[in-house]
T-cell receptor, first 114, second 112 residues
Framework: DGGITQSPKYLFRKEGQNVTLSCEQN?????MYWYRQDPGQGLRLIYY???????QKGDIAEGYSVSREKKESFPLTVTSAQKNPTAFYLC?????????????FGPGTRLTVL | DQQVKQNSPSLSVQEGRISILNCDYT??????FLWYKKYPAEGPTFLIS?????DKNEDGRFTVFLNKSAKHLSLHIVPSQPGDSAVYFC???????????FGTGTRLTIIP
């Protein structure tokens, strides 16, 4: 089945620890995105990547880092510098950029920092 | 600055009736709009989109209307079904922009 997988579904970490969220897609999409969702807020863009080995900051990139070494993978690291890391994180991909094609989302990872 | 606004956090509609979800935007550059549906603890799924060259787009029970002069779009669901109960997000972008701007969402509850 084609799609986007995110693992794990739930993640708990102690304050001050870095944590990496996985996102893999087998849709052969060029573009990948990371969003954060908080209660009562829309989806806010953290980072995005249009091609391998290239990525751009979104609206709320501070305290996060990404890599895009392979077309199918776009891991997100939540660093200790992120002030409020507890949130629901969503990964998405699209075949040719946002305007001409739909973004497909993974099931999300809920991160709780204790 | 919230460029895409969904002013109704929640909406309840009787099963079989019409559900109307609204979205307003402020950025005149936006020329492509999308609606996504989201169930709790899941990723959003794409519902329907509309380009600014149109004022209406239909797909089955879902119709999106765009009023460019008012910078307003709406999603109509007819007839509403229990499985439509979810959070609906409006999103917007423009040609050359690689990002989507999302609204804050409207929680739709269909009452049996």
């Amino acid at each position: 089945d084609g799609g986007i997988t995110q693992s794990p579904k739930y993640l708990f970490r102690k304050e001050g620890q870095n944590v990496t969220l996985s996102c893999e897609q087998n849709l052969n999409h060029d573009a990948m995105y990371w969003y954060r969702q908080d209660p009562g807020q829309g989806l806010r863009l953290i980072y995005y990547s249009q091609i391998v080995n290239d990525f751009q900051k979104g609206d709320i990139a501070e305290g996060y880092s990404v890599s895009r070494e392979k077309k199918e993978s776009f891991p997100l690291t939540v660093t200790s510098a992120q002030k409020n890391p507890t949130a629901f994180y969503l990964c998405a991909s699209s075949s040719s950029g946002v305007h001409s094609d739909t973004q497909y989302f993974g099931p999300g990872t809920r991160l709780t920092v204790l | 600055d919230q460029q895409v606004k969904q002013n109704s956090p929640s909406l309840s509609v009787q099963e079989g009736r019409i559900s109307i979800l609204n979205c307003d935007y402020t950025n005149s550059m936006f020329d492509y709009f999308l609606w996504y549906k989201k169930y709790p603890a899941e990723g959003p799924t794409f519902l329907i989109s509309i380009s600014s060259i149109k004022d209406k787009n239909e797909d089955g029970r879902f119709t999106v209307f765009l009023n460019k002069s008012a910078k307003h779009l709406s999603l109509h669901i007819v007839p509403s079904q229990p499985g439509d109960s979810a959070v609906y997000f409006c999103a917007a972008t423009y040609f050359g922009n690689e990002k989507l701007t999302f609204g804050t969402g409207t929680r739709l509850t269909i009452i049996p």
